[in-house]
């Protein structure tokens, strides 16, 4: 995937060529195959080349249309080409060798600004009409490309990658507080701020444009207006699911070198392996997935709901299919700190899951090593292929003038999931209430201030200073993670439509690996098709996850496709942790002398973490190392910037 970068003078200065330099060298890791750029008067442009599809072998942008006077940068891989070229009315010959970055061309020539929904996949790009002054600049519905941007007296920058913005002399290196208060309380936020203060993400399902200085922002796409889906037979919901789910993965095998996969013990790798698999051997070829392994045996910390060796799961999906080759990743040779360490360097702000870095890391290292150009994931499957199915609360319905209502619907959902009487009822109506009464009591009552403070490193006087908890209420975030009544709201906190970080780091990494990490499950047709599937579907013949679960017979075996339990990551984190000591206490260290660190992190308590895992992993110290103890530090090692 291309990476792309532009500096305009909104107040009409020209461009220095030193300015356009200064982006294009902090972006240079980005371009494996190559760069170039454009500039004119006021306006520069770049592009950094990673090539990752035949298509794309050679360095055509940024593309310059004299006629139109355009000017196109873009990095791009479309899962809709074909459907694209016969939409754009192209021979067959003029579109087999065309770039998705130059389909993105012609279909801004024939639908302007409204090309955006015609193009699906991931892609971000920007153009500049140099007749009418204006910048144009859009990325995907809900894929894993990223942009970064910023603007100060007199000009406007954005960027695939923060460090071309960073690299800047005019742009103010400061530490947005905000945002790392929400990365410490697990608060996922607008998905516009960064840890920078000044600089923004572009989200997801938005176009941008600049004319005489005025910046304006809009959603183009809302995944809240997926329409219904409604079959006359039960069997024609799992057959319409596999056909979208197959057509997604099926669209991102496209690829100039053998493809890869990440591959857990669970439903949405697996399931993502097992279709790939399936359409590679069509054609003799195998498939290389990535599974992290601990260094350890982890039964004795894990309860009978978790499990911590993915191993034997991956294994069992691999034998299945018979066309996969398996990479344990044990990550050895990478500390926890040192995984960290990378991703900061990567992503230039710290992450939520500052406990998976370390195998993170080493997995995209290793795919590299070997030359890969594609990655595929299942990140996105939670809430669109194996949602659980919601407990459907009737409540709302047990009113005098709904009881017809609430009749039929508890009759048909009764029916429909093989229910009793009685386990209507539980499902129905206690289920949902006694959710609510367990995330409470989760957490209890926290005496020193808000729930946050019980699992995270956050310092209490400065979250006070922030009014953090007040802030959370205001934007409708609820810090004891409820799930609420209503199964469609939940799913839509999980997916974060126009709002979703997690494409944008998989962009950075992509870009930081010479590579392109595809996502089945963020496709957005699936995507849509999944959350218009009545609720009652994805839990059926007692089977949470039933869609999938359903529809993968025969493809996954049943170790995999009927397992309850779920898998954790980096279970043996604490492990990891007591195997390099030195290095934690000197971070730590560092941290206590700072100036700021000891106001943001609860330092002694990050330390009491440290030290609960010293006699050995229990299930708690597990949880605290990652979500208190590493997040904290990844908080900390950022700080340290400044």
């Known amino acids: 995937m291309n990476g792309i970068l532009g500096y305009l003078r909104i107040d009409g200065a020209p461009v220095a060529a030193a300015q356009l330099a200064v982006m294009q060298k ?25 090539f990752c599809t035949p298509e794309e072998t050679e360095q055509c942008l940024p593309y310059y249309d004299q006629e139109r006077g355009w000017v196109l940068i873009a990095g791009a891989f479309l899962d809709n080409r074909q459907e694209l070229i016969d939409e754009l009315g192209l021979s067959a010959e003029e579109g087999r060798g065309l770039p998705d970055t130059l389909l993105i061309h012609r279909s801004y020539a024939r639908w302007g600004d409204d090309c955006v929904h015609h193009l699906l996949g991931d892609w971000h790009f920007a153009l500049w009409d140099l007749k009418k002054r204006r910048l144009f600049l859009a990325r995907d519905h809900h894929g894993n490309t990223g942009v970064s941007y910023t603007q100060g007296p007199g000009f406007f920058a954005f960027a695939s990658s923060r460090k071309a913005l960073l690299a800047l002399p005019e742009v103010p290196q400061e530490p947005n507080l ?15 701020l960064t840890a920078y203060a000044g600089i923004y993400r572009f989200p997801p399902a938005h176009y941008l444009s600049v004319v005489d200085g005025e910046v304006k922002i809009k959603q183009y796409w809302f995944a809240e207006n997926a329409r219904e889906v409604h079959f006359p037979r039960e069997e024609d919901y799992l057959e319409a699911f596999l056909e979208h789910y197959d057509r997604a993965v099926r669209a991102r095998l ?75 990743i044990k990550a050895a040779g990478v500390s926890p700190l040192a995984g960290i360490a990378r991703m900061l360097q990567v992503h230039d702000e710290p992450g939520h899951a500052a406990g998976n870095q370390f195998w993170l890391v080493t997995l995209l290292q290793r795919a590299r090593e070997r030359s890969f150009r594609v990655l595929l994931t299942g990140q996105g499957g939670n809430a669109t292929v194996s949602w659980t199915g919601g407990a459907v609360n009737l409540w709302p319905y047990l009113w005098p003038w709904k009881l017809k209502l609430f009749k039929q619907s508890f009759l048909d959902m009764q029916k429909r999931q093989g229910l009793s009487f009685r386990g209507g009822i539980k499902r129905f109506l206690t289920g949902p209430l006694i959710s609510t009464l367990r995330s409470r009591r989760r957490f209890g009552i926290c005496s020193n201030g808000p729930v946050f403070l019980q699992y995270s490193a956050i310092h209490p006087r400065w979250a006070h200073s922030l009014h953090l908890d007040r802030l959370m209420q205001a934007q409708g975030h609820d810090p004891y993670f409820r799930t609420g009544y209503d199964p469609l709201a939940t799913r839509y906190k999980i997916i974060q439509p126009g709002q979703s970080v997690g494409g944008g780091l998989w962009g950075e990494s992509s870009g930081a690996y010479g590579m392109e990490v595809r996502d089945p499950t963020m496709d957005k047709r699936l995507l849509e098709f999944c959350l218009g599937v009545p609720d009652v579907y994805h839990y059926a013949e007692g089977l949470d ?67 609960s895992i010293q006699p050995g992993t229990t299930q708690e110290n597990t949880g605290e190392a990652g979500t208190i103890l590493l997040r904290g530090l990844g908080v900390g090692m950022f700080l340290l910037r400044f």
């Not at 760069?35 to 950094?48: M, N």
């Not at 905000?178 to 516009?192: I, K």
């Not at 000197?586 to 990050?606: I, N, W």
């Open 254 to 328: 496209r690829s100039n070198t053998a493809i890869s996969a990440t591959l857990s013990g669970g439903l949405d790798s697996g399931s993502v392996c097992a279709l790939a698999a399936r359409e590679l051997a069509k054609s003799g070829q195998r498939l290389s997935a990535f599974t992290s392994v601990p260094l350890e045996n982890t039964s004795p910390y894990t309860t009978k709901h978790l499990f911590g060796d993915e191993s034997e799961f991956a294994q069992a999906t691999a034998n299945q299919a018979g066309n996969i080759d398996l990479t344990w």
């Open 26 to 50: 902090a972006m240079a890791y980005w371009g494996v195959d190559g760069s170039a750029e454009w500039s004119d008067g006021s306006v520069g442009l770049g592009c950094q080349f990673c």
């Open 178 to 192: 905000l945002r790392l208060a929400q990365v410490l309380t697990s608060w996922p936020g607008d998905g516009v």
């Open 545 to 611: 996850r039933a869609l999938l679960r359903r529809a993968l017979r025969g493809l996954l075996p049943d170790k995999v496709r009927l397992n309850r339990r779920l898998g954790l990551q980096a279970a043996d984190i604490c492990r990891r942790l007591r195997d390099n000591p030195t290095e934690i206490e000197e971070a730590l260290h560092r941290l206590e002398r700072h100036s700021l660190a000891p106001e943001v992190l609860d330092l002694p308590k990050m330390r009491r973490v440290l030290q």
